[in-house]
DNA sequence: TTGTATGCGTTATCAC
DNA sequence: GTGATAACGCATACAA
C-alpha cells in the first residue's frame, strides 16, 4: 500500500509538494503538480486519513444515533440529515441502539474518542445530567425525542399542541369516550401527548378515566394487545388516540376482527404519519412530522456546534399537521 | 482535552507503562496500575484513537451499505451483522446509498482511506471488474443481493428455487394465469426469480406470456399500478406473484378496491415476509429469508476476509421458507 | 515555489 | 517491570 512517501520519491519531490497536491494548494507550480499526479495515478495511492485526520483532529464523519431502523418514522429523518451533511463535507453513518444503554455508550465511545465529530441523538436513555456533561466536552444534538431540561440544542414538534389537535378532532367528530394507547416510558414526547390528550378532554368537558390510557410499546402488536383490553372490558369507547401510527394500524385490525368497524364504531388517530398509513383499510387519520426538516435542522445545528464550540443552544419548534383521513370520517 | 503524555507526567510514569494500562499487558504492577489509573480518572482522560488506529492501522468499524432503510427487510439482517460485529470487538454503521453511484463511492473511499476495516454490500452497483479490483485489496462482501460472477464471497438464498416454489404453490392451488410483479433491474435475484417463475409455469405445462411480466420499483406504488394495469386489461389474471411483498400488499389494496377479492378471483403471493406481511388483510403468503442468519453469515464472511487476505472466497446458500398465509389459500 | 523538520497521540521495539 | 524512543501517515510552520 503506496504512502505519500512513496509517491514523493517517485515523483522526485518533498512528501510536503505531495501534501500540498492532495490538499490542492495553490502554491504549486503546473509542472511538480502533473508529475505528483502520476506518480499518484501509478502507484494507485490512497491516502491514509486515518494521519490526515489525527493531524486536523477531525474526521468530517458524523453519528445518527437511532433506537431502530425497524422503525420506518425515522428514515425520512435521516435523509434530511445526510443531505445537509453531504452538502458540508460530512459522511453520515446511522447506528442501531435498540435502546440499549451500552450501545448508546459504545457509539459514545466513538465521539469521545474522537472517531467521529459529532452525533444526533434520535432518542436516548442518558439523563440529562448526563447529557451536559457530554455536551460541554463534544457537539451533540437531540432531534424529535429530547430529555426535557438538557441544557443542549434540539429540534422536534410541538408534542402537546399536536396531541390536543388530534383528540381535539376526534372530540368534533362526535367521540365522547376516547381511549388513549400511550407508553409507560418517561420521553418528553409521551408526557407531552398525555398532557395534550387530557387538556383537549378537559377542555370538552369530558371526564379523563385512567382506566382508558393504556400502555404500549409502538409496535403492531401491542396496538393489537391494548385494543383487545379495551373491547373486551366495558369501556364502551368510540374513539381511539395512539401515539404511534404501528399501534393505531394494530388497534384497527383489532376493532375489524371483533366485527365493529373504522370510523363508524370506532374512530383511530394515529402518530407519525409513516408510508403505512395510507395502505390499510380505512386510511389512517395521524399526526404528520416535517420528517425531512427535522433532519435538516438538527444537522444545522449540529455544524454550528462543531464550528463553535460557545453555539447558541436552540431549541427549535417545527409545525406539525392533521392529516385526516377515512380512520375517523365517515 | 488530556492525552497519553499527561496521563504519563500526573502518574510519574512514561507513556509506555500507561499504554500497557490501557491495553491492560499483564506485565505492569499492581502498584504502578493503580496510581496510573487514578490518573486517568482525575485527568478525565479519554484515549484518542486516532493515534492508536494510525499505528495499529485498523479501525475495528465496519460499513453496510444499505439502498434505503425505508426498506424494512433490511433491519433483521443488520441485526445479525452488529450481533456478530459486537461479539469480535467491531462497531457497525449503516450507511445509505439511495442506489445512487457516487454515494456508493464516497463510503467505499472510507474504506480505501483506511477509515474503516471493511463493507458489507446488500447491493451494489458497482461492476463485477470494479468490485474484483476493490476486492484485491480491500475486505467487502456481498450480502442477500450480489452481482454474479463478482469473484468474492457472498451469502444468499437460492432466488430461483425460492420462485420456482412460490409460484408452484399458486399453480396447486389451481391457479393458471399467473402474473408476475417483477423490476427492470439487472440484478442476479431479479434474473434469477424470473428464471423460477418461467421454469414452474413450464413445468405445469401453462404458457409463459410476456405481456403479464410487469416491471416494479418493490415499493407500494408501483404494486399499485402494477396490478391496475393487470386488471384493465382483459388478461384475466387469477394469481399474481409480486417480488416484493410491498408491491404484493400494493397488488392486493389495488384488487380489493376493484371489487374482486385476494385470494378468491386472484391469490397473491410476495417476496421477503417483512412485518406488514401480517397486518393486511389477507396476510400475505410470501418467501421468508432467514434475514438474521444471513447478516450472521456475511459478517463471519466479512472477518475472515479481514483476518486472512487470501482467505477462500465462499458462496454460502441459505435456505428459504414459504409462508403460506390467507392470500392464497382460501 | 519548494523542502526540511516537527508534531498529531498512539503502540511497539528495544534496552535496561 | 519499566522507560526511551522510533515508528504510523500526514499536514504545516518555517526556511530557503
Redesign the pocket.
Known sequence: ?A???D?AKAA?????????V??N?????E???QVVMRAIQELN????????N????ETKMILVLVPTIFNTFYAKVVKGIEDIGNENGYNVMLCNTYAEKNREQVFLKQLKNRLVDGIIFMATGLSKEALNEINQHFPIVQCCEYIKGANLSRISIDNYAAAYKAVTHLIRQGRKRIAMISSLNKLASTVEREAGYKKALENAGIAIEPDIILPGDYGFKSGLRAARQLLTKEFNIDGIFAISDMMAIGAMKTIKENGLSVPEDIAVVGFDDIRYTSMCEPQLTTISQPQYDLGCGAMTLLLKRIQNEKADIEHIVLEHELMIRGSTVI
Chains 1, 2 share one sequence.
Request: charged share 20%.
Open positions: 500500500m504512502t505519500i512517501q509517491v522526485k519531490v518533498s512528501v510536503a509538494t505531495v501534501s500540498r492532495l490538499n494548494s495553490p502554491s504549486v507550480s509542472k511538480k503538480q495511492y490512497q491516502p491514509n486519513l486515518l494521519g490526515r489525527l493531524r486536523r483532529t
